[in-house]
Each structure stands twice: as structure tokens, then as C-alpha cells.
């Protein structure tokens, strides 16, 4: 690894990137360090030029010849390979909370993660996590018999969809249905009935909504509902800083998820 710790009075300090620093994340996570005793930025990387912030701005990465103890990274999937190429040379930790990645993309973090610890989640809130663990649940037991639909809410700048966090509770659910369902993601183009074995996801873009999902089990005279609503971005970038400070004390390479982060905290808590 780059570098560990160093210590300022009592408190132990973890060296942070900010990648993404430009962005909505990226000021949240700013302004979540400022306050913390924990973590320090020392760079943050962006694709706009010139920015002037408390820290160095760079945006190519394997320009930045400090120390880091780990990334953050809330930018685009089209920055992966150089964040990576950064990552690995230095053996630097990553966060990776970006969504909307490619089979291509995916396949490139693993190789990564073979060399240095990658922890990767489509959304960082712990809330969220727990609803996913509620609909693998809901799903074993309803099973097929069951129509399930994911709506998803988010606000009109954002770029991919379905959310990568729709993605997630369509996986959630479809690991527990016996028998495996198509995702359909239109309808226009199709006239025809819903069938027994599909999941439908569907997308709403409007307004500042930070995230909004449902998950619907329609059967035959009941609906269930299970939403989660983020009312902050705060809570995406605590859930990273959670993640990085986890990576930073795991110290081996692998690919990790907040399940990891999630079995730790419920291990500590006994
Ligand atoms: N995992 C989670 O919990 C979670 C939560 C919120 C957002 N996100 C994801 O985080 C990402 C960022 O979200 P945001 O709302 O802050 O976006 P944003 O558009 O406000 O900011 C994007 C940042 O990435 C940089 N960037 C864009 N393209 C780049 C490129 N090709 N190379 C290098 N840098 C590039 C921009 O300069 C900017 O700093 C999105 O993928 C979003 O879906 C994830």
C-alpha cells in the first residue's frame, strides 16, 4: 500500500482521494471530511480543469505522486480504467460506489481487485442493504406466484438507467425465485400480458429526488410494498467513508461488498 497512517494528537488519520470531487458526491464527501477527525483529502480527481479547492485537483490521475491510505470514487463509469491503472500502480485501495458499469468494466474491477482490495456497492446506505436482505426474504416466500415490479425515483441530472440499485433488488429477488425471470425494462414496444416470470423495472427521472425505490409484490388480491427513500446524499458518502475506513483495515486484495462491511459490523456489535 501506498501509505498507512499517520497520526495527529491521538487520533489516527486516513489519507483519502476524492474521485469525483467536482461532483454532487464529491461535495458531500468534502464536506463530511472537513468535519471528521478520521479522514483527511489530500487530492481529488475530476475531469474538469482548474478547479480550485482545499486540495490539489488533478485530472489525470497517475499525475498525483503523493500518499493515499484509499479512493473514493463517486465520478462516471468512463473513468474506470485510468482510476484503476492509478489504483493498482500504487497499490492504493478503492471504493468504488460509481454505477452504471459494463460487463467490460465489471471483469476489469475482478482483475483488479486480484491485486489490490476493491469494495464496490451501487448504493452505499445501509437502509438500503437491509431492504435488499428483505426482499431476498419476500421473494423465497411469495416465489413465482408473485408479480414483482421495482420502481425507481432519482433526480433529472442523473445519467444511468435503471438505478444500479434497482439492479441490485432485482438480483436480490431473482436469486430467491425458483424459477429465473426475465428483466423488462419497456412495455411499450410490447403487446402483450405480463408474464408469470419476468420482473419489471421502471425508471422516473424528476426534480432534486436523491433516491426512491419500491419494490411491489402483486399477487391475487394483496400488494406488498417495501420502499427505501434517501432523503440526503449524506447518507451515501457516510456508507463510503464506512467502506473505505473497512478496506483500509482489510489490507488484502479481493473484491468486497457492504455484506462484508455489513458482517463486521454485526460481528463487532456481538
Ligand atoms: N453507490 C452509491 O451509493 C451512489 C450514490 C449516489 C451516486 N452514485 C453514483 O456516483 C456517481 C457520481 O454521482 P454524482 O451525482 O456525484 O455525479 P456528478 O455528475 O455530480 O459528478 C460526477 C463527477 O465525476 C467526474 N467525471 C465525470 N466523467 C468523468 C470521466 N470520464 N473521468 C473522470 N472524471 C469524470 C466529474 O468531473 C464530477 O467530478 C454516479 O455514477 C452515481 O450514479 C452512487
Known amino acids: 500500500m501506498a501509505a498507512l497512517f499517520y497520526r495527529k494528537g491521538e487520533m489516527i488519520m486516513t489519507n483519502l482521494i476524492l474521485s469525483g470531487c467536482s461532483g454532487r458526491m464529491g461535495h ?22 482548474g478547479e480550485q479547492r482545499e486540495f490539489p485537483v488533478y485530472t489525470v490521475p497517475l499525475e498525483f505522486t503523493g500518499t493515499a491510505d484509499v479512493v473514493i470514487d463517486f465520478s462516471n463509469a468512463a473513468a474506470l480504467t485510468p482510476l484503476l491503472g492509478f489504483c493498482t500502480a500504487r497499490r492504493v485501495p478503492v471504493v468504488l460506489a460509481t454505477t452504471g458499469y459494463c460487463q467490460a468494466q465489471l471483469e476489469e474491477i475482478a482483475a483488479a481487485a486480484e491485486q489490490i ?40 441530472k442523473k445519467l444511468d438507467a435503471p438505478s444500479g440499485t434497482a439492479l441490485m433488488l432485482a438480483d436480490a429477488a431473482a436469486s430467491a425465485l425458483p424459477v429465473q425471470p426475465e428483466y423488462v425494462f419497456e412495455r411499450q414496444s410490447r403487446r402483450q400480458p ?77
Do not use: W
Open 28 to 49: 458531500v464527501l468534502e464536506a463530511l471530511c472537513r468535519d471528521s477527525p478520521e479522514f483527511h483529502v489530500v487530492a481529488g480527481f475530476t475531469l474538469l480543469r
Open 117 to 156: 482490495p476493491v469494495f464496490r456497492s451501487a448504493n452505499m446506505s445501509l437502509g438500503i442493504n437491509v431492504l435488499l436482505d428483505l426482499v431476498r426474504k419476500a421473494a423465497s416466500i411469495l416465489g413465482n406466484d408473485y408479480d414483482i415490479e421495482i420502481v425507481e425515483r432519482h433526480h433529472n
Open 194 to 270: 405480463r408474464s408469470a416470470c419476468e420482473i419489471g423495472i421502471s425508471s422516473v427521472r424528476g426534480g432534486n429526488i436523491v433516491g426512491d425505490h419500491t419494490v411491489i409484490f402483486a399477487g391475487r388480491n394483496e400488494v406488498i410494498e417495501i420502499k427505501h427513500s434517501a432523503m440526503s446524499r449524506e447518507v451515501f458518502a457516510s456508507g463510503a467513508l464506512k467502506a473505505a475506513r473497512f478496506l483500509v483495515g482489510v489490507a488484502r486484495p479481493g473484491q468486497y461488498s457492504m455484506t462484508d462491511l455489513m458482517a463486521q459490523e454485526i460481528s463487532q456489535a456481538e
